[in-house]
């Protein structure tokens, strides 16, 4: 078989193990839909309405916003040339959540596209604060970089966490950030679609961003305009941020580890790497949510506590791995 018919047979094939953690995804959970409720005359009505209105929604957002993370992580670390980096690892996240949090103090009767274009100012005001503080590091070590970015975004969330205690919004911020999706209904997580919009234009640029992961240097001979493709990749990874965020809260760590894992059998090139990371970030939340509403049925435990945990251990893993090659 061709390396590149058995590439598309590989994607195929996690496309369709995709679609069947998202059929699982529907039936799934403390209402009661199944076939057998879908096919009986006394439940039908309530099941199919449940069904369309609730779980279906749901799983889309959990695909939409898995797809457009990864891809925004992978974006992030073309641009930082670093790994390590993504928006939860920047402050470009808790940046966008103080701009959500702003907007709703100061102009609470902005519909819910104002205040996601407020969150994306401050994601891209908070990923710029970040790329410039690394301009000003001569050694630029694995480590350091998330490390840098993880400090930007403790200030930046203790900023956020100050003005919600002051104006009594601590629990409003905490549901807004939690990255639970068990509220997600029709109507109110069609902006994702955006964030599928976004996900697109960054694979139409894949191949700049992909010079523009070499360096300035190289991408300029190489007659790249370096610094309008950056400016590019930050707006994406911006806007992404602020949706999801405003959407259904904070995924943690699935920027870094689904384009990590994926590097190590599809290498940097972007054009090749953005399907297989779309594809496996829409799996790992869809994931995260199944085991949220498995662990403690009938409760649910919210799908960004799942990716923080599994997230976490794959990154000490990513760190031992990269640490146990060059030591």
């Given at each position: 078989m ?58 889309l ?11 925004a ?63 000003r ?24 966490t ?8 601590l ?10 999706f ?6 109110r ?23 523009a ?115």
């Amino acid at each position: 078989m061709p390396f590149a018919d058995a590439d598309r047979f590989r994607l195929t094939s996690a496309v369709l193990l995709l679609l069947t953690l998202a059929v699982a995804s529907l039936f799934i959970g403390v209402a009661d839909v199944s076939w057998r409720t879908l096919l009986s005359d006394d439940t039908q009505a309530q099941a199919t309405q449940f069904l369309v209105l609730s779980r279906i929604p749901r799983t889309l957002a959990l695909m939409l916003a898995g797809m457009a993370m990864s891809v925004a992580g992978l974006i992030m670390q073309l641009v930082a040339r670093n790994r390590f980096v993504e928006p939860s690892t920047a402050g470009t996240v808790e940046s966008a959540a103080l701009g959500f949090l702003l907007a709703s103090l100061l102009v609470p009767e902005w519909p819910v596209f104002g205040k996601m274009l407020a969150a994306a100012s401050c994601a891209l005001l908070g990923t710029v604060v970040f790329l410039m503080i690394l301009r000003r590091i001569p050694l630029r070590s694995v480590l350091i970089v998330p490390l840098i970015g993880l400090m930007l975004g403790g200030v930046v969330e203790s900023i956020t966490t100050f003005i919600a205690y002051r104006f009594d919004l601590l629990q409003s911020l905490s549901n807004w950030t939690s990255g639970d999706f068990s509220g997600v209904l029709q109507g109110r997580y069609e902006l994702l679609w955006l964030g599928f919009g976004l996900t697109l234009l960054a694979y139409a640029a894949a191949d700049r961003l992909t010079l523009a992961g070499l360096g300035e240097a190289f991408a300029t001979n190489l007659g790249l305009h370096y610094q309008r493709i950056v400016m590019l990749a930050l707006l994406i990874v911006a806007m992404v941020t602020a949706v999801v965020v405003t959407t259904v809260g904070m995924i943690p760590f699935i920027g870094l580890i689904i384009p990590n894992l994926v590097s190590l059998f599809m290498g940097d090139n972007a054009r090749r790497a953005i399907p297989w990371v779309a594809v496996c970030g829409a799996g790992f939340v869809v994931l995260c949510d199944i085991l949220g509403r498995l662990i403690r049925h009938p409760y649910e435990m919210p799908a960004g506590t799942i990716a923080g945990v599994l997230g976490a251990a794959l990154f000490l893993y990513l760190l031992l791995r990269r640490n146990a090659r060059h030591g």
